[in-house]
């Protein structure tokens, strides 16, 4: 099973990502992880970090680290994966492993298949960004990172069994059934 939520800014996206987590844990009976992706770099990402892992205190969540490498990962099966997000993850993979440089064939080798791999035996939940509608013009190393973020989208969407896009804290159906 897998799931896309998207959204924007403080849109809601984390929390709906939880409820549908939560929601999947109760079906499949697996353990529940929260995939953090984001690297700890400036006092500005340190909050950020501490803000989520307050929020997610007691919630049962066993959380694992994972700022690049999805491919690592070997969750018990039936379980239920949210991994926040893949903008950071791209991101790592682009700027600090260079494992991406530039390609949507190597997006596709080191973040796409890898999930995809993931959600065959456990439920994943992808959040997402919505960087696409702001109407800016970046520079072309941005451009690029904008570009395979939104072929990784459009690729784990494809595949999705759910995109849910989160506006103003209300989930939207863009592909399948809200499920929570």
């Given at each position: 099973?897998?799931?896309?939520v998207?959204?924007?800014?403080c849109?809601?996206?984390?929390?709906?990502?939880?409820?549908?987590?939560?929601?999947?844990?109760?079906?499949?009976?697996?353990?529940?992880y929260?995939?953090?992706?984001m690297c700890?770099?400036?006092?500005?990402?340190?909050?950020?970090?501490?803000?989520?892992?307050?929020?997610?205190?007691?919630?049962?969540?066993?959380?694992?680290?994972?700022?690049?490498?999805?491919?690592?990962?070997?969750?018990?099966?039936?379980s239920?994966?949210l991994?926040?997000?893949?903008?950071n993850?791209?991101?790592?993979?682009?700027?600090i492993?260079?494992?991406?440089?530039?390609?949507?064939?190597?997006a596709?080798?080191?973040i796409?298949?890898p999930?995809i791999e993931?959600?065959?035996?456990?439920?994943?939940?992808?959040?997402?960004?919505?960087?696409?509608?702001?109407?800016?013009?970046y520079d072309?190393e941005?451009?690029?990172?904008?570009?395979?973020?939104?072929?990784?989208n459009?690729?784990?969407?494809a595949?999705s069994?759910?995109?849910?896009?989160?506006?103003?804290?209300?989930?939207i159906?863009?592909?399948?059934?809200?499920q929570?």
């Amino acid at each position: 099973m897998l799931y896309v939520v998207t959204g924007g800014a403080c849109s809601g996206k984390s929390e709906y990502a939880e409820r549908l987590a939560f929601s999947k844990k109760s079906e499949l009976g697996g353990k529940l992880y929260y995939i953090a992706t984001m690297c700890a770099e400036d006092d500005e990402s340190l909050e950020r970090i501490a803000s989520h892992r307050q929020r997610r205190d007691g919630k049962g969540f066993e959380t694992i680290e994972c700022p690049y490498k999805i491919s690592a990962l070997r969750p018990q099966k039936n379980s239920v994966l949210l991994i926040e997000c893949m903008s950071n993850l791209l991101a790592n993979e682009m700027f600090i492993t260079g494992n991406i440089a530039s390609d949507k064939s190597e997006a596709l080798e080191h973040i796409i298949k890898p999930i995809i791999e993931l959600s065959r035996y456990s439920c994943v939940i992808a959040v997402t960004n919505e960087v696409f509608s702001d109407g800016m013009s970046y520079d072309k190393e941005s451009m690029k990172y904008i570009e395979i973020l939104g072929f990784i989208n459009g690729e784990l969407s494809a595949f999705s069994d759910g995109v849910f896009e989160t506006v103003c804290s209300v989930p939207i159906a863009i592909k399948g059934e809200l499920q929570c």
